[in-house]
């Protein structure tokens, strides 16, 4: 099955400065790749996603790259906030949309 | 449209019980999908429902199993409870082919 892997786990950057997570896939079928930010003691919300056919998808401050022949695919968040704190988490869908896999998160603290 | 909701938000269970949790998708979703999430683990996949049919299931012991009715509402059940299955279980709606909604999750905790 899909192997999806993310780094780093914890990343601390200063306001203002950008922040880069990347994750690895294994399965070459997975066609959707979203992100997902959990604030503490709050549910995971898609943040920005990105299909196989694209290579890279801007909103706002948050941009998603993916590379299909290295598979893998980061998400870049650029002038970063105190807000922005909170756990990111990238995943890799099967092409039938039923099964998501995770991976295992990165801890973001933006100092202000 | 209101969110996914679930219930109950917290439980406290000791080893060998058996629990029932509960999803309500938002209105028009007919996917359903669980998780699990543990510190270090992320969110890792339980099955997911698609108008009352299992359609995948994750690498988890026969223990855990769910359902799917007729309204698109959803339970996982988890029974012979061991301490390691304490988590946040999270359930997930979506209309099928992308993004997901999650609720606000279940916190288990078994001792």
């Known amino acids: 099955g899909e192997n999806v892997e993310q780094h780093p786990s914890t990343l601390s950057v200063q306001e203002g400065d950008s922040a880069v997570i990347k994750c690895t896939y294994s399965d070459s079928a997975s066609n959707y790749f979203p992100w997902y930010k959990q604030e503490l003691g709050k549910r995971p919300q898609l943040i920005i996603d990105?299909?196989?056919?694209?290579g890279e998808k801007k909103d706002q401050r948050i941009a998603v790259t993916l590379n299909k022949t290295a598979k893998h695919f980061s998400l870049h968040i650029t002038e970063t906030q105190p807000e922005d704190s909170a756990v990111y988490f990238c995943a890799a869908s099967n092409p039938a949309g039923n099964q998501f896999y995770f991976g295992t998160g990165t801890s973001l603290t933006v100092i202000p | 449209k209101a969110g996914v909701t679930q219930t109950p938000r917290y439980l406290i269970k000791t080893r060998g019980q058996q629990v029932t949790l509960s999803c309500s998708p938002i209105?028009?979703?007919?996917?359903v999908s669980w998780y699990q999430q543990t510190p270090g683990q992320g969110l890792q996949f339980l099955f997911e429902y698609f108008s009352e049919t299992q359609r995948n299931k994750g690498n988890f012991p026969g223990r855990f199993s769910g359902r799917q009715f007729s309204n698109s509402r959803s339970e996982m059940n988890v029974s012979t409870l061991e301490l390691g299955d304490s988590a946040l279980y999270l359930c997930?709606?979506?209309?099928?082919?992308?993004?997901?909604?999650f609720g606000p999750g279940t916190r288990l905790t078994v001792l």
């Open positions: 990105i299909r196989s056919n694209v």
């Open positions: 209105s028009g979703h007919r996917s």
């Open positions: 997930a709606s979506s209309l099928g082919l992308d993004e997901q909604f």
